[in-house]
């Protein structure tokens, strides 16, 4: 079976239900939400989601829930040493889209790891490893946080799989940390996609296939 699907809207008033509609209309049997705007930390109450509509439209279109992926917003940014107000903020907003995602019933929540604004990619990386042991270590559900790829651009971490690999070596709790790879970003990050059994077999090598949680498949203007 192959889980295909894209990124569909979250708006009023229909919510997770609009979601899966759209979802259904692509043909699709998974797909990608965002619980609020990817900008800013604003959220309505997941009570207003339709979920119990949403659910059994699922189960009559045969889409596992499990299917659903569940997007952070941008403006978490964990390994941002130089401001710990950000980086604290960071950790309170993602425990708290931890529980909205468990509310709605999913099980991924995909994350950019964050920049280091210039304060070394080591110290970035402890930085989110730090903060993802203290979310992760006062939550007690099962969904998996899948580190994004990035492209590298600024002082973003996660430029290759090394970087993602030494966060997780970091976190406590090893399992609900996964992968999400994006073919735009790793392709700028300077992996070659024309062979790509090389590009996953260094993948396997360094995080494991089984790791490998959701896979967003994008074009790249470059």
Known sequence: MIWIGSHVSMKAPDYLLGAVKESIGYGSNAFMIYTGPPQN????????????EAAQLMQESGIDPERIIVHAPYIINLANSLKPETADFGAEFLQEELRRVTQIGASTLVLHPGSH??????VGIRWIADRLNRVLDA???NVVIALETMAGKGTEIGRNFEELQAIRELVNKKDRIGVCLDTCHIHDAGYDLTEF????????RILGLDSLKVIHVNDSKN
Request: proline share 0%; hydrophobic share 35%; no cysteine.
């Open 117 to 122: 604004i210039k304060a070394g990619a080591d």
């Open 197 to 204: 059994e090389t590009v996953l077999d260094e993948f396997d």
């Open 41 to 52: 930390s604003r959220r309505v109450d997941v009570d207003r989601f339709r979920l119990e």
């Open 139 to 141: 939550d007690d559900s």
